[in-house]
């Protein structure tokens, strides 16, 4: 028997009012709108990587957003300066999750800002995507709202130093690390690749993010006659531990990791960091970058924001465009599961830099875990090998 006409036209005004509430539910999701934060360095010692990073994703959304959104959505990007430090990290991020809503946070700054935030933001339901940092502790344990994008400083180190074992010969492993999570990162990886090649370190030497003086730490390094010394630190202190070797006179090879792969090591004066070599997740490309995508990339940005874009800027590009294909995955019920789904749908996805394969699934949230040896030559960084390694 068929329902009178009334008696359908109030089940289907309720169907689409359940529809309805059950998407009013979704934290930061409407029917027009889909917030997403990001906290960041904008004004600290990293803020040359939080703003060039920030600006790529903002470029990026509103490209998506000129071309009427995601599913009928405009994304509302919400940025907060963290200044690269715990505490103003752990405020932004209340603010985003609490007042302002978001539905994901994106890019956000920094290894000990990540994982200080990120127990009551997971427990919040809001998903910690690709954010500033290598960490292991981004991606791992594994957990459905946690992505890394690329290679972990783990992952770099290890495929580093098992290339200077069995491509160069190198024997005696030496480390001179942050005594940092960050630092505990590298060390982890020269230590558990140097057990996999049935070997072990010949010497470790600690410093705090503010040391200045590493003479000490080098006496002992040169003493254990190294034959390669990984270095676990970032900008400053890298250049700092360079300039202290090379003042005794000791020609060293030295590796780096991705927080090192920075012009500012590279234009040090007068050719001190010359032969430096670090692994990186994906390649700076866009100086020298023929490709007619990486070029209008170059333009769009300089005339957005008036500099050429970093490094961080082309991770903050990448990223973006990785989070807008899931988002688009997910289809018009978005949710946090649906989110999920479609990020774990991203198979062999391939930006415009020639980074390495990007994909993902139930069992793996870290997008890829090979990196690029380059090398700082003649003031620039160049490739020393023209594949990404693994390990």
Same mark, same amino acid.
């Given at each position: 028997m068929r329902l009178p006409r009334l008696a359908a036209a109030l089940l289907s005004s309720a169907i689409a009012l359940t529809a309805g509430l059950a998407q009013a539910e979704t934290?930061?999701?409407?029917?027009?709108e889909i917030i997403i934060g990001t906290y960041t360095d904008l004004s600290g010692v990293t803020a040359m990587w939080g703003v060039n990073n920030s600006n790529a994703w903002r470029m990026v959304f509103d490209e998506v957003n000129a071309e009427g959104g995601i599913n009928g959505r405009k994304i509302k990007y919400i940025v907060e300066d963290n200044q690269y430090q715990v505490p103003r990290s752990v405020q932004a991020a209340n603010k985003l999750i609490n007042h302002d809503g978001v539905f994901i946070m994106v890019a956000n700054g920094g290894t000990p800002m990540?994982?200080?935030?990120?127990?009551?933001?997971?427990?919040?339901?809001?998903?910690? #995507?690709?954010? =500033?940092?290598?960490?292991?502790?981004?991606?791992?344990?594994?957990?459905?709202?946690?992505?890394? =994008? $690329?290679?972990?400083?783990?992952?770099?180190?290890?495929? $580093?130093?098992?290339?200077? %074992?069995?491509?160069?010969?190198?024997?005696?492993i030496c480390v001179?690390?942050?005594?940092?999570?960050?630092?505990?990162? %590298?060390?982890? $990886?020269?230590?558990?690749?140097?057990?996999?090649?049935?070997?072990?370190?010949?010497?470790?030497?600690?410093h705090k993010p503010t040391d200045t003086d590493f003479s000490a730490s080098v006496a002992r390094l040169r003493d254990a006659n190294c034959d390669l010394v990984v270095i676990g630190g970032i900008v400053r202190d890298t250049v700092q531990i360079i300039s202290a070797i090379r003042k005794t006179g000791w020609n060293v090879d030295l590796l780096g990791q991705a927080a090192s792969y920075d012009d500012?090591?590279?234009? #040090?004066?007068?050719?001190?960091?010359? $032969?430096?070599?670090?692994?990186?997740?994906? =390649?700076?490309?866009?100086?020298?970058?023929?490709?007619?995508?990486?070029?209008?990339?170059?333009?769009?940005?300089?005339? =957005?924001?008036?500099?050429?874009?970093?490094?961080?800027?082309?991770? &903050?590009?990448?990223?973006?465009?990785?989070?807008?294909?899931?988002l688009k995955n997910a289809g018009k019920d978005l949710t946090p599961d649906s989110f999920v789904a479609g990020m774990e749908a991203?198979?062999?996805?391939?930006?415009?830099?020639?980074?390495?394969?990007?994909?993902?699934?139930?069992?793996?949230?870290?997008?890829?875990?090979?990196?690029?040896?380059? %090398?700082?030559?003649? &003031?620039?960084?160049?490739?020393?090998?023209?594949?990404?390694?693994?390990?």
């Open positions: 934290r930061g999701v409407s029917d027009k990540n994982n200080a935030v990120m127990p009551d933001q997971l427990a919040k339901g809001v998903a910690n #995507v690709f954010p =500033l940092t290598s960490a292991r502790s981004m991606y791992e344990p594994l957990h459905h709202l946690k992505f890394g =994008l $690329g290679s972990s400083y783990y992952d770099q180190i290890r495929a $580093g130093v098992k290339y200077f %074992v069995e491509k160069r010969g190198k024997k005696r001179a690390r942050q005594d940092t999570d960050f630092g505990r990162d %590298v060390g982890d $990886g020269v230590h558990d690749e140097l057990k996999a090649e049935n070997m072990t370190e010949a010497a470790e030497t600690l500012a090591i590279a234009n #040090v004066p007068g050719g001190v960091t010359e $032969g430096f070599y670090s692994m990186a997740p994906m =390649l700076f490309v866009t100086e020298s970058s023929t490709d007619p995508k990486v070029k209008a990339f170059v333009a769009k940005y300089e005339k =957005l924001y008036g500099k050429t874009p970093n490094f961080a800027a082309q991770i &903050g590009y990448t990223g973006a465009q990785v989070t807008v294909q899931a991203i198979k062999d996805y391939h930006d415009i830099f020639g980074s390495p394969t990007i994909s993902f699934s139930k069992t793996k949230h870290q997008g890829s875990n090979e990196s690029f040896l380059c %090398v700082i030559k003649d &003031g620039k960084w160049t490739t020393a090998e023209p594949t990404p390694m693994g390990y």
